[in-house]
């Protein structure tokens, strides 16, 4: 996907959109295969900038889960 092996040392967090047009989901899912421990969260719906409140597509829900679940991310890595 980005022209070569995702760095093992580096950690790797997505998240995405079940639908989202912008993003080819079996290449996101092949990449957090290859990236060995990467996690991978995938929602529902089609919106690409779900966590963007100043955008229609919004959700608060599911940007509230993205906040927690990257801080989670975070922490562990510090």
């Known amino acids: ?14 998240h995405v959109s079940a639908e989202d047009d912008w993003v080819e989901l079996l290449e996101v899912e092949e990449l957090a295969e290859d990236a ?10 089609d919106a690409h900038l779900v966590a963007d409140s100043s955008l229609d597509e919004y959700d608060a829900d599911i940007a509230e889960l993205i906040l927690e679940r990257s ?3 975070l922490d562990r890595l510090s």
Not at 1 to 14: N, V, Y
């Open 1 to 14: 996907m980005f022209g070569s092996e995702w760095p093992a040392q580096t950690a790797l967090q997505l």
């Open 36 to 45: 060995g421990a990467a996690e991978l969260f995938i929602y529902p719906g």
């Open 71 to 73: 801080i989670r991310f």
